[in-house]
């Protein structure tokens, strides 16, 4: 690995955390439809229930009508071969398979189902599976070994009238045959004629050569090799049937006399298993996918030392073109699924493999590229399509759906294939992209993030987070044995942090003593005051290195309330002379913003200064993306009742329209008329906004308050807050309940303000 590359932030400590924290594990079931009243109760259960249940005895298809069948997908294993770690059973399997329901939620709004199966008996596993399998749309099989899970997977097609798939075998092979067909196209080599090497013969590797096979490469053109060399014709050691499907008459005998001459090596083995010298005997332009894990067969460096026309592509997210399962089976199934396909053939995959190959050769969208910090462009490192592009959710099932329909698998055509398209894309929420274009908005740019209460667990976890992940430079501030002491309890000993004191700066104390002095002298302050405040105030002090360019960011809260810091952060920052000092809180869910202000500052804000905070907020939803409608909010709407709140808001309103702004914006109304499109144009058709309001100002701080709050403890979705505008240098003040990602989304939210000071 490059040593420039972060390590793994990930301990036992957090990881453990992570699944143990509020709610155990990573899934929930929620209910579909509201049961509030009796005839709700009646309709969901007894004795509506009976409807559906004797349409279904009539029509079993129609379960894919009344029941979530047709969006739920079993992921089962026995937990034989569980990642890396190996056969851990089937019980410590469950947090994987839970992961593996998580990520078809997240990228194909798929409902996974995590089912352990504790048997290591085929026909025990098979026929368990069998007998659930009518509850389910479609069956992932996981972290089964070799070579058992062949024959399960098998027998359960056989035995299953619905898709089965082994996506160890088939994800894999999938993601790297769409890699091969663009890595050929840039050197201009034929799949019917390339000599492909392949090292490994489990399941992974074994389904890639039948696929390849499938897709037009000839069997004699593919030499695989295992731990005991070639797999030729007549050997006997370490043989079996599906091995002896794929050997060759062939005179070569090790790894290293296959790969002379070879166009194109896939490594489904073990970390160091090919050499500098093997790289060197390849082809021209050969294709090298080294995708063991978490060490590939050979790394880009080792490649790139020998080699400058290799095409490089591996398991892993630090290097250019990795092999992601997570771009095939949540898409393949969506797309098995939206047709009721029976199975999932080769067709499918190859499909599959296809969009995925087309997708990343055509032009990437700006706005993905600027998630990614760069420009997207095909080429030798952009050969397959980065997981997060939200365009593979309406390419891929869209040419699954299609492949099934036309090899006769699929049970329910779709006749619109276009209203299907804007249907996919419609699944996906968009929230997470909002969050993660945040994030590699700021990546590798290097902005320095100062944390006042640096000997706060919470604060170092962020620290340590934000530096691995190449968001910036944190810095932070308290005693150097304390911070220490705290990494080593946590596994962290080895992470060299920037760690700052008062004491351990005297050097400059006085001189921030001094401008702290002239900045308050004037309002009480004495020389020892600023003294004292500098050297024993983490808050005087860390803002002293913002002001001084010491730092771009800061962030405080974790130990002190929002009044305190931010009476401390007055005495060094300035003002901006543009923008009022605010607070909002940003709620991200199913793709649409809301932003309420202000939430924190203003106790009972003045008409002029509602009219302020509107603009500000109005500003900050146009750069997350949304364009503004803007409700100011109050119990009454439009006058009735007048109250006193009502008329600030309609003299808030008078003076908007004196400025002829160039936003969506109306009240007084109560919340949910605000919210609600139907509700205010049925009601209130005289309105403003053309749509349901996706930014509230709130009278005043109460209000503001209690609303985001009730928003942090019941939204389904994400929820940033507070965010602190109107600093001349970027700061931000968490709450004091604030966990550690809730203290990095406040950096990342400063490090952006930070770049906007700088346009």
Same mark, same amino acid.
């Given at each position: 690995?490059n040593?420039?590359q972060p $390590? %793994?932030?990930?301990?036992k400590?957090?990881?453990?955390?992570f699944?143990?924290d509020?709610?155990?594990?990573?899934l929930?079931?929620?209910?579909t439809?509201?049961?509030?009243?009796q005839?709700?109760?009646?309709?969901?259960y007894s004795p509506g229930?009976?409807?559906?249940?004797?349409?279904?005895?009539d029509?079993?298809?129609s379960?894919?009508d009344?029941?979530?069948?047709?969006?739920?997908?079993?992921?089962i294993?026995n937990?034989t071969a569980v990642?890396?770690?190996?056969?851990?059973?089937a019980?410590?399997? $469950?947090p994987v398979?839970e992961?593996?329901?998580?990520?078809? =939620?997240?990228?194909?709004?798929?409902?996974?189902?995590?089912?352990e199966v504790?048997?290591?008996?085929v026909d025990e596993?098979v026929?368990?599976v069998?007998l659930?399998?009518?509850?389910f749309?479609?069956?992932?099989l996981?972290?089964?070994?070799a070579?058992e899970s062949f024959?399960? #997977?098998?027998?359960?097609?056989?035995r299953?009238?619905?898709?089965v798939?082994h996506d160890? *075998?088939?994800g894999?092979?999938?993601?790297a045959?769409?890699g091969?067909l663009n890595?050929?196209q840039?050197i201009?080599?034929?799949?019917?004629?390339?000599?492909?090497?392949?090292?490994?013969?489990?399941?992974?590797?074994?389904?890639?050569?039948?696929?390849l =096979?499938?897709m037009?490469?000839?069997?004699?053109?593919?030499?695989?090799?295992?731990?005991?060399?070639?797999i030729? @014709?007549?050997?006997? /050691?370490?043989?079996n049937?599906?091995?002896t499907?794929?050997?060759?008459?062939?005179?070569?005998?090790?790894?290293e006399?296959a790969?002379?001459?070879?166009?194109?090596?896939?490594?489904?083995?073990?970390?160091?298993?090919?050499t500098p010298?093997?790289?060197?005997?390849?082809?021209i332009n050969p294709?090298?996918?080294?995708?063991?894990?978490?060490?590939p067969?050979?790394t880009?460096?080792?490649?790139?030392a020998v080699? %400058?026309?290799?095409?490089?592509a591996?398991?892993r997210?630090?290097y250019?073109n990795?092999?992601n399962?997570?771009?095939?089976?949540?898409?393949?199934?969506?797309?098995a699924?939206d047709?009721?396909a029976?199975?999932i053939?080769?067709?499918?995959?190859i499909?599959?493999?296809h969009?995925?190959?087309?997708?990343a050769r055509?032009e990437?969208p700006?706005?993905v590229g600027k998630?990614?910090?760069?420009?997207?462009t095909?080429?030798?490192?952009?050969?397959? &399509?980065?997981?997060?592009?939200p365009?593979?959710?309406s390419a891929?099932?869209?040419a699954v759906?299609?492949a099934?329909?036309?090899?006769?698998v699929?049970? =329910? &055509?779709?006749?619109?294939?276009v209203?299907?398209?804007?249907?996919?894309?419609?699944?996906l929420? &968009?929230?997470y992209a909002n969050?993660q274009?945040?994030? *590699?908005?700021i990546e590798?740019?290097?902005?320095?993030?100062?944390?006042?209460?640096?000997?706060d /667990?919470?604060a170092i976890?962020?620290a340590?987070?934000? @530096?691995?992940?190449?968001?910036?430079?944190?810095i932070?501030?308290?005693k @150097?044995?304390?911070?220490?002491?705290?990494?080593?309890?946590?596994?962290?000993?080895? #992470?060299?942090?920037?760690i700052r004191s008062a004491?351990?700066s005297q050097?400059v104390n006085?001189?921030?003593?001094?401008?702290?002095?002239?900045?308050?002298?004037?309002?009480?302050?004495l020389?020892?005051d600023?003294?004292r405040s500098?050297?024993?105030?983490?808050?005087i002090y860390?803002a002293?290195?913002?002001?001084?360019?010491?730092?771009?960011?800061?962030?405080?809260?974790?130990?002190?309330?929002?009044?305190s810091c931010l009476?401390?952060?007055?005495q060094?920052?300035d003002?901006?002379q %543009?923008?009022?000092l605010?607070?909002?809180?940003?709620?991200?869910?199913?793709?649409e913003?809301l932003?309420?202000a202000?939430t924190?500052v203003?106790?009972?804000?003045?008409a002029e200064q509602?009219?302020?905070i509107?603009?500000?907020t109005?500003?900050?939803?146009?750069?997350l993306?949304a /364009?503004?409608?803007?409700?100011f909010?109050?119990?009454?709407?439009?006058?009735?009742?007048?109250?006193?709140?009502?008329? =600030?808001?309609?003299?808030?309103?008078a003076?908007?329209?004196q400025? *002829?702004c160039?936003?969506e914006?109306?009240?007084?109304?109560?919340?949910?008329?605000?919210?609600?499109k139907?509700?205010m144009?049925s009601?209130y058709?005289f309105?403003?906004?053309?749509?349901?309001?996706?930014?509230l100002i709130?009278?005043?701080?109460?209000?503001?308050?209690?609303?985001?709050?009730?928003l942090a403890?019941?939204?389904d979705?994400?929820l940033?807050?507070?965010?602190?505008?109107?600093?001349?240098?970027?700061?931000?003040i968490?709450?004091?309940?604030?966990?550690v *990602?809730?203290v990095?989304?406040?950096?990342?939210i400063?490090a952006?303000?930070a770049?906007?000071?700088?346009?």
């Open positions: 690995m040593n420039n $390590k %793994d932030p990930i301990t400590r957090d990881a453990l955390a699944h143990a509020g709610r155990p594990g990573k929930e079931i929620t209910a439809k509201a049961v509030a009243t005839r709700d109760l009646s309709l969901a229930v009976a409807y559906p249940c004797w349409e279904i005895r029509v079993p298809d379960s894919y009344y029941t979530a069948k047709a969006n739920t997908v079993a992921v294993s937990g990642l890396g770690l190996g056969n851990l059973g019980l410590a399997s $469950k398979m992961g593996k329901a998580v990520l078809f =939620k997240r990228f194909a709004d798929i409902d996974g189902v995590d089912i504790d048997t290591e008996n596993f026929r368990a069998e659930i399998a009518p509850s749309g479609g069956i992932n996981e972290d089964i070994k070579p024959i399960i #997977e098998e027998q359960l097609k056989e299953c009238n619905i898709p798939m160890d *075998q088939h894999t092979a999938i993601i045959a769409a091969l890595s050929l840039l201009d080599k034929n799949l019917d004629s390339v000599k492909l090497v392949v090292n490994g013969a489990g399941a992974a590797a074994l389904s890639s050569v039948n696929l =096979k499938s037009g490469m000839p069997g004699e053109n593919i030499i695989m090799a295992d731990s005991k060399g070639v030729y @014709r007549g050997r006997q /050691e370490g043989m049937q599906w091995k499907a794929v050997a060759v008459d062939t005179k070569l005998r090790t790894l006399e790969m002379v001459g070879a166009d194109v090596f896939f490594g489904l083995s073990v970390k160091g298993a090919v010298e093997m790289v060197k005997s390849m082809a294709v090298i996918f080294a995708m063991a894990n978490p060490d067969e050979i880009p460096e080792a490649v790139k080699r %400058d026309d290799a095409i490089m591996t398991g997210s630090d250019p990795q092999v399962n997570v771009l095939g089976f949540p898409y393949i199934f969506r797309g699924l047709v009721r029976s199975a053939n080769d067709d499918m995959k499909a599959a493999a969009a995925l190959a087309d997708l055509a990437v700006a706005e998630a990614y910090g760069r420009q997207l095909f080429g030798r490192d952009y050969i397959i &399509p980065a997981p997060f592009d365009r593979l959710v891929v099932p869209l759906a299609k099934a329909m036309a090899s006769g699929a049970r =329910k &055509p779709i006749d619109d294939l209203a299907y398209e804007g249907e996919l894309r419609g699944r929420d &968009p929230s969050v274009r945040l994030y *590699q908005r590798n740019k290097d902005y320095r993030y100062v944390f006042a209460e640096g000997e /667990e919470r976890r962020a340590v987070e934000i @530096r691995t992940s190449n968001l910036g430079h944190p932070l501030v308290g @150097r044995e304390v911070i220490e002491a705290q990494l080593d309890a946590m596994g962290l000993s080895d #992470e060299k942090l920037d004491k351990a050097d006085a001189r921030y003593a001094e401008q702290l002095y002239r900045r308050q002298q004037r309002r009480g302050m020389m020892r600023a003294n500098v050297n024993q105030n983490r808050n860390a002293s290195l913002l002001t001084n360019g010491q730092a771009d960011t800061l962030i405080t809260g974790l130990t002190r309330s929002f009044a009476s401390d952060l007055r060094v920052v003002l901006r %543009d923008e009022r605010m607070t909002y809180s940003w709620l991200s869910r199913r793709g913003s932003l309420v202000d924190s203003h106790e009972d804000p003045s509602l009219a302020t509107a603009k500000q109005a500003a900050t939803a146009r750069r993306g /364009e503004p409608r803007v409700a909010a109050s119990y009454s709407t439009f006058g009735q009742p007048m109250s006193r709140d009502g008329k =600030k808001i309609q003299d808030a309103i003076l908007l329209d400025e *002829q160039d936003f914006y109306d009240g007084e109304m109560a919340v949910n008329v605000a919210l609600s139907d509700l144009q009601m058709p309105s403003r906004l053309s749509d349901a309001a996706n930014v709130m009278p005043n701080l109460a209000a503001a308050n209690i609303g985001y709050k009730l403890q019941y939204a979705g994400m940033i807050s507070p965010v602190l505008q109107g600093f001349e240098k970027p700061c931000q968490v709450s004091l309940s604030a966990t *990602q809730d990095v989304n406040s950096a990342v400063a952006i303000q770049e906007l000071r700088l346009r």
